[in-house]
């Protein structure tokens, strides 16, 4: 009798346990409207999959602070399922082995196997790694350059045919210029992808394709510093480490380059009329994504894992995807969500809207990531800031040294 | 009593303190008149303090998208729990610290001091496990149990307790008195204004909190307040007036609660009687 | 996990970045400690004058900053800050001062955080020495009066002794907190341009959580631990002397 009893209670406990919602968590770092879109997203997925799989989505403050949370839960083993993490900040973590290799999954599932296609090859690429597919594109952008067509018109340009070398840039902001002392032709500060990009698109490189060589100081990369520390010298460029916000709206610039995710709101808080364009090139052409992508603790679970696999195809659907991009600006990360009807009419409607996806097929590629280049990439700011803060500093010489420095650290980390 | 001075004495007193202080302000006045705007007049060359209009939605959207109320109420009952602790296990600590002499006394303290420099940025990671093996993540004990004692206050009460007159107590050890007793009875009561400006401090450290919450609590509805605003006070594609309505609402009740509290702390008390 | 003995000690004595933050930490803490600790003191005699009217209100209008958390605080001063615009350099223009880039030029930005962090403790200190000030007897300026003293020397003979306790509290809490600046760092400047305004604390978090040397982190934290403990205690050492308990 007893026996039975048990058994039962056994049993009783097993039904229960596999009754219970498996548990997600998903740690993300995004704020406003955004946090609002993907908690939305969220909330589909709780309902459709009610009784199974339970998603939780946790506000962790900026990239940085979820760095923060994340390593103290790594110590403690007590990573989340999921976390939205971005890009330059991830090299140790897929060195350590902390990410699960999607491609797992993918295997298994032939249906979601067959459409892998859908998704940007390009965005595919720059979450493929030695060890695996690792992550799956979220918020992802490139930079677009704003112009001012105002300024243009007034200095006699012609906004609908902008500049799109950085020669071509260098220019026109002469001309700018001559409007007045407080009016600059370019803008720019120390935004990390953007250094990336001044770098290559003028034909240089920063660290071998293993992460274990410096590739910096070069003609191109001096050529590159000096021609920005020239437009600084001469004033027709403006430098500056603050403030950029308000002095793109104030209308006394008349290029800079941001985000696509900028647009939406720039186009609403802008005065004056805005035009936007590819970002110039000079020798390559070439622009680093930006944002974030989702990864996968493979620590977790293999249950677990599971259900979060689920989540992840739910949330990159052709649908949400779009939804999201719909209400973020941000780019889809699927081609047939592109193709909707709903993110079409946005482009015919502004074609300011499709210059991102042009940029994505034609020259976007990844930024490093490798375990050390956090340090390596502070080294390259600080040095970015020094020439450009005295522009009569040699160039050439801070190249040389910053390429000694960061060597080290690359040394020291392999 | 004594007499006052001249008035033209006085109005310059009055007018350099109010100079002083409206300088001390802009930062404060600019934030406040900025929650007013629309994010389009934001940016005006010159800067201007006035906004055309006082429009309150930055405000009403606040309140909508985020349960700031809710948050208040959690920040409020983490922060006076934490307060209340730290009266006791401070006030305790620092009179021991001041009054008894004991072996390593003098070098207990100097640890102590120490401990203040090491930025809790350093001790997170292993603050963070030991609550782990509590069990307290996403639990209010997280934020509280760590916090309930803390050296910058017990600093704070020792130095105030070795300016009480040591005559009194030595009075009432006479009469054969406790060191309980003497706490209670002559300390505690002689140390008002201390005791009110270290609760404050306390208070305020644990209504900015920021990082710890973050880390700690993964429920957003039992989130603390700093965390609660910091989505419209930080990311770099946020409103400008949005964010200076999410700060704004941030520091006002602290300011109120400052004003109602201030004389206490600084009129409290006078033991000039007692110096005899 | 490796036991690797004494390593990160000996990185950290051996890299300069390391040394030019101490020095960049020494130079915010000098700059910090004396005008907020002195200005704080101003203020609460000011605040503590019997006739003064209003005193409450001007209480909490110096203790705003204070409250005000340094994360939001920072952000405005950041915008004030701005060459081109910034309410700080429109008011300097009245002067005939030129623009000066605040936090973008290196050799500024430092004195650019120095003003937010004195504008931000001056509260903060005020409360303290008002506190202070009510703990000294009114007896003994009265008495002092009848045989004449001035408010110098009343000020000199009777405040300033009284309220030692009280400084040393203040110059000490004042000392470590411009010692351990981290946010305004972190939000205004990210320890630029070109390293100048890289204070020890945003070293040891940029190593910690951006680089993920821990190791390395603890051994700055560690270093930073006994340093305070040797300062304090010279200055306990110095301050026996000078300072009165009853």
Redesign the interface.
Known sequence: MRKILLAVLFIAAVALAFAAPVKV?MWYAQ??IY??TLLDIVADFNKLQEGKIEV?A?????YQ?TM??L???L??G?VPTLAQIEQARIGQFVDGGAFQDLNEFIKKDTEFAAMLDDFWPRFIAANTYEQGLLGFPLNCSTPLMYINRDLFKQAGLDPDNPPKTWTEVYAASKQIKALGPDIFGYRFGIDDWLLEAYIWQFGGQIISEDGTKMLIYSPETVNAWNFFQKGVREGIFIFGTTGG??LD??GRIAMVVRST??LG?LI??A?FDLGATIMPMQEKLVVPIGGANVFMFSSRPKAEKEAAWEFLKFLTSTANTAKWSLATGYMTSRISAFESPEIQKIMTDDPRFALTYQQLRDSAVRRPWYGPYPEVHAMITSAWESVMADPTKDVDAVLKQLHKDAQRVLDDYY | M?K??HIVL?TT??L???F???L?????I??LVTSFKT??AA?T???SFLPTIFDFRNFVKAFE?IPLSQYVVNTLFVALAVTLLQLVFNSLAAYGLARIRFKGSSIVF??L???????P??T??PL??IV?QFGW?NQYKALIVPFMSSA?GI??LR??F?????ELEEAAIIDGASRMRIFLKIIIPLSK??L??MS??TF?AHW?E??WP??VI?D?KK?MI??GI?????????Q?T???AA?TT??LP??VF??FV??Q?????????L?E | MKWVGLENYIRMFETPDFWGSLWTTVLYVLGTVVPSVILGLL?AM??N?????GK??????????????????A???G??YEPN?G?VN?FLSWFGIKSIKWLSDPNYALLGLIIVGV?KR???NM??F??GL??I????Y?AA?IDGATSWDKFRSITLPLLS??T??VV??QF?AS??V?VSVSVMTRGGPAKSTQVI?YY??EN??RYLK?GY??AI?VF??????VL??IQFAISKKRVH??
Request: proline fraction near 5%; hydrophobic fraction near 55%; aromatic fraction near 18%.
């Open positions: 968590t704020t406003g946090s609002q939780e946790v506000y962790t403050g900026s602070d923060q949370k390593l103290a839960a110590v403690a007590d916000n308000e709206l104030s995710g900028s709101y609403q808080n005065k | 004594r006052k001075p006085r007193v009055i350099l303190v109010l002083v202080a409206i001390i302000n802009l930062p404060f600019w934030m994010e389009d940016f060359i010159p800067p998208l100097m640890v001091i120490g401990t203040l420099m090491v930025p940025e350093v997170m990671v963070y496990v782990k993540i910058f600093f704070l130095q105030f070795m300016g009480i007159p040591r204004p201390a009110y400006t404050l401090y305020l900015n920021y990082m973050l880390i993964n957003a989130q700093q965390v910091s989505q419209f006070v930080s990311g770099w594609e946020t400008w949005m964010r200076m700060s941030a520091v602290i300011i400052f004003f201030q004389r702390f600084v009129e409290g008390i006078s033991i000039s009687g110096k | 203020i000011l605040l004058i019997e006739w003064l009217k409450g209100i001007f209480r909490t209008l110096f203790y705003i900053p204070v409250v005000t958390s340094m994360a939001a605080a952000v405005i001063w915008w004030l615009f309410l429109y504008w001056v509260g903060y409360v303290l008002l506190a009510q703990t007897p009114r007896t003994y009265e009066e306790p009280t040393l509290f000490i809490m470590i010692f351990r981290f604390t040891l978090y910690a959580f821990f982190a603890s934290a930073m631990f006994a340093l305070m403990v304090t205690l308990y009853s």
